[in-house]
């Protein structure tokens, strides 16, 4: 089964072609991020108007690269939500347009369950049930999927996302975006015991925080700043930038990956799964892989190009839905900025105000 699948969600354009959910026939990506790094992050605007203008080479470019043509495609998968709204509605208006016009079947897939099951893409041996790790700027889950391929949350971000909270700092730090990858490679040459992070501890032992150690790292900063303005020095002769950036991205991995090793003991899984943008974090995906290895469990993270948004992604995604018995959608599929992973084999109500 090839599935022609399309991901919009933010700021990368990308159309792959996926057979049986496992093989990888093209994967086009085209992003925009260097032009939103003018602006310090993602503006929704930029990004949507940049989808159009790339949408249909990108379009052409998978199917040229899989040796494909429509009438080898037996279904068009598109990321339906979570997302950005006008980047959404780009890629959902272009796959629908095609599932049209070439009567092909098209299936709505969530963000999120993109990014877990582009682990299939990389281990042949990866299947259900496992224990994953999604995270991303937007996200920081911990799911549970069974053998019917339902995704249960056990736990989830509530206020900041990791990769959000990466990106944060980063920008107090003057590096560009995106800012994970930037603070990842200070690290390298850093102090990770230097400074001192707080740690949340919420009522749901699985559930994340990263608000506190988000501010804690901010008055580092500013507290700097402001000691180094009175003594007219540089900042960061007071605060060394490679041990800063060590030590806050120690103290936010400590938390992914002690909440982790928490899930896998709730549910006997021996499987688990990374996932999303900040799954290409080096010392993460070293830290997890430990971890696993310690508890006797399998472990698997994408290929880093699989870690970004991808169309492939969508297109696993899509197989393993088909798989589970869901029916396609119709023309009325819209985009659904908020959508909840344990719901991605049900679209979300949209809520229409009624005239008066």
């Keep these: 089964m090839n599935i022609l699948a399309f991901e919009s969600s933010c700021d990368e354009t990308s159309v792959a072609v996926v057979k049986d ?5 093209a994967n086009v990506i ?37 040796a494909c043509t429509m009438e080898d495609i037996a279904a068009v998968a598109v990321t339906a939500g979570p997302g ?35 682990n299939f893409l990389c281990d042949p041996n990866f299947d259900v049930p496992y224990t994953g790790l999604i995270v991303s700027g937007g996200h920081s889950h911990l799911v549970t999927m069974d053998k019917e391929y339902n995704f249960q949350i056990l736990g989830r971000t509530l206020d ?40 949340s501890h919420l009522q749901n032992a699985l559930d994340f925080s990263f608000s506190g150690l988000k501010t804690a790292a901010l008055t580092y900063i500013n507290r700097a700043k402001m000691q180094a303005e ?32 928490k899930a896998l003991k709730l549910t006997q899984a021996r499987r688990f799964a990374l996932a999303g943008g900040v799954a290409a974090n080096t010392h993460l995906r070293e830290a997890l892989a430990a971890m696993c290895r310690k508890n006797k ?42 959508w909840s992973l344990d719901q991605w084999k049900s679209l979300p109500q949209i809520n229409v105000r009624k005239k008066i």
């Design 297 to 338: 469990v399998d472990f698997t993270c994408p290929d880093r190009i699989l870690c970004t948004d991808n169309g492939a992604m969508i297109g696993a995604a899509a197989y393993y839905l088909i798989l589970s018995g869901v029916k396609p959608t119709d023309s009325t599929l819209n985009a659904y900025p908020s």
């Design 160 to 199: 900041d996302a990791c990769g959000e909270a990466f990106d944060k700092i980063a920008r107090a730090l003057g590096l560009p975006y995106p800012g994970g990858p930037q603070i990842d490679k200070l690290s390298f040459a850093g102090d990770s015991t230097r400074y001192e992070f707080p740690e």
């Design 30 to 66: 085209a992003s925009s991020a260097d032009l939103q790094s003018q602006f310090g992050g993602v503006v929704p605007e930029i990004a949507a108007r940049e989808h159009v203008k790339v949408i249909t080479a990108v379009i052409a470019e998978a199917l040229a690269q899989a």
């Design 84 to 118: 950005l709204a006008g980047s959404l509605l780009v890629g959902v208006s272009a796959a629908k347009a095609l599932a049209y016009a070439y009567n092909k079947p098209l299936y709505p897939i969530h963000h999120l369950a993109g990014h877990i099951c582009a």
């Design 21 to 25: 959910g496992r093989e990888i026939l």
């Design 230 to 261: 009175q003594k007219g020095i540089n900042w960061t002769d007071l605060l060394n930038i490679n041990d800063f950036a060590a030590s806050f991205q120690a103290a936010i991995i400590r938390t992914l990956v002690k909440h982790s090793e």
